[in-house]
């Protein structure tokens, strides 16, 4: 409870600048967090299997020259 009653007891601006930093420390945690999420998920991706099943249509090449 020290910590908190210290924090109060601060000026203004410098609260400010308590919260800031905490706030982007913590943004960074949670950016940090989904980056790693999300290399994790690219690692484990069957991007063979997914294209196909997408089923996308194939199209044949047209001679115009007729």
Known sequence: MKLLE?????????????LWVSVAVIGLIFV???LLAVSLRFKSFDFR???RQLNLPSFEEVNFSE
Do not use: D, E, T
């Open 6 to 18: 210290k924090l109060q007891s601060l000026p203004l601006g410098k609260r400010k600048i308590v």
């Open 32 to 34: 940090v967090a989904f």
């Open 49 to 51: 299997s997914f294209g």
